[in-house]
């Protein structure tokens, strides 16, 4: 019987580390924990042998020789053993033995953190898992960062609903997003896809600040966001969700997961959700949010084999949205209708050596979109095939990794917009090559990979992260690298639609190109003898070529240009978590961001971005695990506002107000029931004038696109979840 809880036994950075292993072993009873004195801990292949303290404690050096198994034994609970190898050097392990008065069906379970950096990765990737989604509805990927610092959702106008995320306080459309490594949300998916994912299909969310590994791609520019869904082989045997709001949104979630045998699993994942309330509490005559049908179907399969596995699927939605005026005889309408299909597989292959493997990654796509935005409209299909193949070995060692392969990316690509055409075919074909060292302080991953498109010619990407350990409580780490990709201009800032200025098309298209630079230090350490974290991280990303979009230089148009070695960002984010008693947990964050460029010839902050955010998040959970309650407060700061006229005056220089948000849910678990109500926005706090002359929208001074607040103030909501778990 093996029954171990491993864990991280957090100090304070000035601790001064003893030795390289050391740690304390505790007895079980099911009443009690204690410290057992004189247990025997013994390495067998070293024969290297200790026995704790009086107070549990015991410590030794590593061997050379790695891995060594560790065998702890004490006289009335059971033995037990542990693999170490170099990875725990400079631990520090809690390990848990068990009394034999207890029955051997008795099982222990470790519950992971919700939230965290991960220590192992050289990368900096931020791990969100489903306890953290469950703080929120999260009833889509848009509302999956409520409680995050580093990903902002922004509402791109007042009139669509489409949103837009933000990495380094960038637009979403320079951070890479991919479901377990596929690319997705790309393209013609860029401005309305991100509401198109359901928050209940996903199971984890990493983030990755600063430009990813050569092997996802050349687009991860700001940072790159990978989705983990739910696995055939691991999901719920039946999982419901119904959610309802006060202000008209509905919203269904069905997962099954079945079994077919024990190489074969599948799961379905369907999705509908509808907003039929004709909601207008700014009293301006138009929906604070448009109503909207969507419709959402995935199927994916798992097949795990001796030498190979596998996973395929496809996914499917359709949506539609109505916004605009209300009431009005010849009304100002904002329609959208969405068809997306797209097909995935990955299959894996296990090579004679067992530290050697290679992946194929395929992925088809179609995606057709029409907008009206009054007057405005906005017509695009795509058609997508993604190829990427991936060999994975050591050399000589797993100290010492490398990972090679080669991709192909194929976009056909079709954009109008009024008397504006961007049709295109890009053609890129790609390899890339990796090599990762794993140090027993210092952990590398060097990069680089050559692009060759059709229309731009060869793109050279080098890029490398380094990871170094201070001690066993604390990470530095280090990013460098390029990333570019070719602009979508139209769909990119289709919001802008929503005004009556004209677009000036850029002289020409040309690709993007940014190099970003970042450091991060995570310490783990006790504050008053409580679990405490702190992670401060600053990347700065250059533009060598940017695409601006300059809403200043008049009142009559938006201007789309190239800007050369202009344009640049910075970010600085700190952030602090502490468990203030048990099960009650406290967060607290600072975002600091300066987004600059040349807008009306003068260098400025962006548009529509804070320079400062705030972050508070609380949770708790009960001693019997039957309620949660989570809030967060956001505070964003003054935003600068674009130029607008009114009546023949120019207003410039204008900048929003600082404004908070405030969201709270509380969850009661029953069995296999939850039941959740909540409420957004508590402060009920809403832009005004969020439209510009609302009463003319077809005259020149309508816009809907100077929006940097809520238009919907407070909103109740609830649902239920109801979930049969797979037997294992």
């Not at 491993?6 to 007895?27: D, E, R």
């Not at 065998?71 to 631990?91: E, M, P, Q």
Request: hydrophobic fraction near 40%; charge should be positive.
């Amino acid at each position: 019987m093996k029954q171990l809880l491993l864990t991280a036994v957090f100090v304070s950075i000035s601790l001064i580390t003893l030795s390289q292993v050391k740690g304390v072993v505790l007895g079980y009873d099911t009443l009690q924990k204690k410290a057992i004195k004189g247990a025997s801990l013994l390495l067998l292949e070293s024969q290297i042998k200790t026995a704790s303290n009086e107070e549990g404690e015991f410590e030794f050096i590593l061997p050379k020789s790695l891995p060594q198994t560790l065998v702890i034994s004490a006289k009335g609970y059971y033995n037990d053993t542990l693999i170490l190898t170099k990875k725990d050097r400079f631990s520090a392990l809690q390990i848990v033995l068990y009394s034999q008065k207890l029955l051997p069906e008795i099982v222990f379970v470790y519950r992971k953190a919700d939230h965290g950096i991960s220590r192992l990765k050289t990368l900096h990737v931020e791990e969100i898992n489903s306890g953290e989604l469950r703080k929120a509805a999260c009833c889509n990927l848009s509302e999956s960062f409520e409680s995050n610092a580093s990903v902002d959702v922004n509402i791109t106008d007042a009139v669509s609903g489409a949103k837009k995320i933000q990495l380094l306080g960038l637009d979403g459309v320079y951070t890479q997003i991919q479901m377990e490594n596929i690319p997705i949300l790309r393209g013609l998916e860029s401005s309305f896809g991100i509401t198109s994912i359901p928050g209940t299909w996903i199971s984890s969310i990493q983030i990755t600040k600063g430009t990813g590994t050569v092997v996802n791609g050349y687009e991860s520019m700001a940072g790159l966001i990978n989705l983990e869904l739910k696995k055939p082989d691991q999901g719920e045997q039946f999982y419901a969700n119904a959610y309802q709001s006060a202000v008209g949104r509905s919203e269904l979630n069905l997962n099954n997961s079945i079994k077919i045998s024990p190489k074969w699993s599948t799961t379905w994942f369907l999705h509908g959700s509808t907003m039929l309330g004709k909601m207008d509490n700014n009293h301006d005559n138009y929906y604070d949010t448009p109503l909207f049908k969507n419709s959402t179907a995935m199927n994916r399969w798992s097949y795990q084999g001796k030498k190979m596995e596998a996973q395929l699927g496809f996914n499917a939605y359709i949506d539609e949205k109505l916004g605009g005026e209300i009431n009005a005889s010849n009304p100002y309408q904002v329609i959208t209708n969405t068809k997306h299909l797209d097909v995935f597989a990955k299959t894996g292959f296990f090579l004679k050596k067992p530290t050697n493997s290679i992946g194929v990654v395929y992925a088809l796509k179609r995606h057709d979109i029409s907008s009206k935005f009054g007057n405005n409209r906005f017509n695009g299909f795509e058609n997508r095939a993604y190829v990427n193949a991936l060999f994975e070995g050591v050399i000589g060692s797993t100290i010492h990794k490398i990972k090679a392969g080669f991709s192909v990316n194929f976009i056909q690509l079709q954009q109008q917009s009024n008397n504006l055409e961007d049709n295109r075919i890009e053609i890129v074909p790609g390899s890339f090559l990796e090599y990762t060292y794993s140090g027993i302080r210092f952990n590398a991953v060097l990069g680089a990979r050559v692009d060759v498109h059709n229309l731009f010619g060869a793109q050279f990407i080098p890029r490398v992260h380094a990871k170094y350990t201070l001690n066993e409580y604390m990470d530095l780490r280090f990013t460098a690298g390029k990333g570019w990709r070719v602009p979508n201009f139209m769909i990119d800032n289709v919001s802008l639609m929503a005004n009556s200025k004209t677009w000036v098309k850029a002289s020409e298209l040309r690709p993007e190109k940014s190099w970003n630079i970042g450091s991060s230090l995570v310490n783990k350490f006790n504050l008053f003898q409580r679990k405490s974290n702190l992670t401060i991280d600053y990347y700065f990303t250059y533009f060598d070529n940017q695409l601006i979009v300059d809403r200043d230089v008049n009142s009559a148009f938006i201007v789309f240009k190239n800007e050369q070695n202009t344009s640049y960002s910075s970010s600085l984010q700190v952030e602090f978590d502490i468990e203030i008693v048990a099960r009650l947990s406290l967060r607290l964050a600072y975002k600091n961001l300066l987004i600059r460029a040349r807008y009306n010839g003068i260098e400025q902050q962006q548009v529509m971005v804070p320079t400062h955010r705030f972050l508070t998040t609380l949770s708790y959970t009960s001693r019997n695990k039957r309620w949660e309650f989570a809030s967060s407060l956001s505070v964003y700061g003054a935003m600068r506002l674009p130029n607008f006229t009114m009546n023949n005056v120019l207003y410039s220089n204008e900048k929003s107000n600082a404004y908070p948000i405030i969201n709270a849910q509380l969850t009661h678990i029953y069995k296999k029931w939850d039941f959740y109500v909540g409420v957004e926005n508590l402060s009920n706090f809403k832009q005004a004038n969020a439209i510009i002359d609302p009463a003319n929208p077809f005259g020149t001074d309508f816009d809907a696109t100077r929006i940097w607040g809520p238009v919907m103030g407070i909103n109740a909501y609830g649902g239920v979840r109801y979930t049969i778990k797979t037997k294992k």
